[in-house]
């Protein structure tokens, strides 16, 4: 059995690529940073619950709770991203050294009915974050999907 152990570790490092060791350098303009779903952070602290939202119904939903596919942490008990958002995005800057911040914002904080006549024009409307988060270092960017 070691024998065998001693010929895969040889097969594998004899695998490894010659510059493997060599350090590469990411891009200037590479993007590290942070990223938020809306949902597991910006309830909490004092932010207003989104009951809208089909993620609120599926942490309480009994047969997940009993199955223990969701962990019984509840978004109103989470970090309040909602309102701590100027001084996340600077901890975030300042003390990760980030250069992005990717976010979400929950489809029901936008549109709290349903979203059946909406189009992707109308749902592309949200500024207010990316001033916020614009500088000549940090680039804003926009995601959406539908919860």
């Known amino acids: ?13 004899a695998a490894v690529p010659a510059d493997a ?26 932010a207003p619950n989104d009951t809208g939202t089909d993620w609120w119904v599926w942490v309480r939903d009994p047969a997940n709770v009993a199955s223990q596919r969701v962990s019984g942490d509840l ?18 800057k300042n003390k990760l050294h980030d250069n992005a911040l990717r976010l979400s914002i929950e ?18 409307r949200p500024r207010c974050w990316r001033r916020s988060t614009r500088s000549p270092t940090r680039m804003p960017s926009r995601t959406t999907g539908a919860s």
């Open 107 to 124: 489809w029901s904080r936008i549109f709290p009915h349903t979203t059946a006549s909406v189009t992707s024009r109308a749902a592309s």
């Open 75 to 92: 978004p109103e008990q989470g970090p309040g991203f909602y309102r701590l958002f100027a001084g996340d995005a600077k901890l975030a």
């Open 21 to 46: 060791a060599k350090v590469r350098r990411f891009p200037k303009r590479f993007l590290w940073g942070t990223a938020i779903s809306a949902f597991q952070s910006e309830m909490g602290v004092g």
């Open 1 to 13: 059995m070691p024998r065998t152990v001693v010929l895969i570790l040889s097969a594998m490092l």
